[in-house]
């Protein structure tokens, strides 16, 4: 095989691969996921305010 078939080969996989991943992030299955990982931050400071709150320190 020379670079030209090499090289196409190798474009056409990462296009799938890059179709495959933006199918991934976009079905309704990943949607409840990454909802929820979006939000973990946000988790985290509601469990250090009730901690605050319930030790008696404000800031």
């Known amino acids: 095989m020379d670079y030209a078939i090499t090289g196409t080969i190798f474009t056409l996989v990462v296009f799938i ?3 495959g ?3 991934w992030a976009y079905s309704k299955k990943s949607k409840k996921g990454f909802d929820e990982a979006a939000n973990l ?3 985290d400071e509601d469990k250090d305010k ?6 008696g320190t404000h800031e």
């Open 17 to 19: 691969v890059f179709i």
């Open 21 to 23: 991943i933006v199918i």
């Open 50 to 55: 009730k901690e605050k709150r319930e030790s």
């Open 41 to 43: 931050i946000f988790a």
